[in-house]
């Protein structure tokens, strides 16, 4: 059956979303993942933790409903939810907003507020991070200076989104990487920090642009762990 969609999980990946008219009455019950979607959605990492989940829920098939406890047996977990509490200094304020400094805050705020799923608006950040390091030589400053200034960018950027707590991959990450140490680079951290080797790992290891970013900002903040970087 083809696919109608995709759903963002809170590891980093989207999963197939599929729809039949003829599995219930009621609409919004015709709207369904196949097993390895479900893997994904509960924190399932691993080839060999999956086999063994998608073959236990096989054989648990057509008795009543799968219980969620068969996920959590094969490596899953529940989705975490982490509060983020109110930066005590805001960066935005403090950032020259007069035409004698060229500083584009606007287009960063912008991008990041267009962009309704993190998982788009993380690679849509890093993009512009990537982008910025790339040219770092035109603005005659060490790389770990640079990197305070996009991360002073990026903290004021989503200074704006005014979330008050992380429950994806992506928000974690970038967070972790930001100037409010206490109020949200610590909670990212920490939010990451039981996937470091499964499925941050994974979305890390084909983000050049985010390990090279983390890897300057350990520079600007020795408290972030080297697993953060690669």
Same mark, same amino acid.
């Given at each position: 059956?083809?696919? *109608?969609?995709?759903?963002?999980?809170?590891?980093?990946?989207?999963?197939?979303?599929?729809?039949?008219?003829?599995?219930?009455?009621? /609409? &919004?019950?015709?709207?369904?993942?196949?097993?390895?979607?479900?893997?994904? !959605?509960?924190?399932?990492?691993?080839?060999?933790?999956?086999?063994?989940?998608?073959?236990?829920?096989?054989?648990?098939?057509?008795?009543?409903?799968? &219980?969620?406890?068969?996920?959590?047996?094969?490596?899953?977990?529940?989705?975490?939810?982490?509060? !983020? /509490?109110?930066?005590?200094?805001?960066?935005?304020?403090? =950032?020259?907003?007069?035409?004698?400094? @060229? *500083?584009?805050?606007?287009?960063?705020?912008?991008?990041?507020? @267009?962009? $309704?799923? +993190?998982?788009?608006?993380?690679?849509?950040?890093?993009?512009?991070?990537? $982008?910025?390091?790339?040219?770092?030589?035109?603005? @005659? =400053?060490? =790389?770990?200076?640079?990197?305070?200034?996009? $991360?002073?960018?990026?903290?004021?950027?989503?200074?704006?989104?005014?979330?008050? /707590?992380?429950?994806?991959?992506?928000?974690?990450?970038?967070?972790?990487?930001?100037?409010?140490? $206490?109020?949200?680079?610590?909670?990212?951290?920490?939010?990451?920090?039981?996937?470091?080797?499964?499925?941050?790992?994974? +979305?890390? &290891?084909?983000?050049?642009?985010?390990?090279?970013?983390?890897?300057?900002?350990?520079?600007?903040?020795?408290?972030?762990?080297?697993? *953060?970087?690669?």
């Amino acid at each position: 059956m083809k696919s *109608i969609g995709q759903l963002p999980t809170p590891y980093g990946v989207s999963v197939p979303v599929y729809f039949d008219r003829d599995r219930s009455p009621v /609409e &919004d019950d015709c709207y369904f993942h196949d097993i390895d979607g479900c893997m994904t !959605l509960a924190g399932v990492h691993g080839t060999e933790n999956r086999g063994r989940c998608a073959a236990e829920i096989r054989a648990n098939m057509g008795r009543g409903g799968i &219980d969620f406890g068969i996920f959590l047996k094969h490596g899953g977990r529940k989705a975490l939810y982490l509060l !983020l /509490e109110n930066p005590v200094a805001p960066v935005y304020p403090r =950032l020259p907003h007069d035409m004698d400094i @060229d *500083i584009p805050i606007e287009n960063w705020v912008t991008l990041a507020m @267009d962009c $309704s799923r +993190w998982d788009k608006r993380a690679d849509v950040m890093l993009e512009i991070i990537a $982008s910025n390091l790339d040219h770092s030589a035109t603005w @005659d =400053l060490p =790389l770990e200076l640079h990197a305070l200034a996009l $991360s002073q960018m990026l903290t004021a950027s989503l200074e704006h989104l005014v979330e008050t /707590e992380i429950d994806c991959l992506e928000a974690a990450a970038m967070y972790a990487l930001t100037l409010h140490y $206490s109020e949200w680079s610590k909670v990212g951290v920490e939010w990451l920090a039981s996937l470091r080797s499964t499925w941050f790992a994974d +979305w890390r &290891d084909t983000r050049p642009s985010y390990k090279r970013f983390a890897k300057l900002m350990r520079v600007i903040n020795p408290d972030l762990p080297g697993w *953060i970087a690669g």
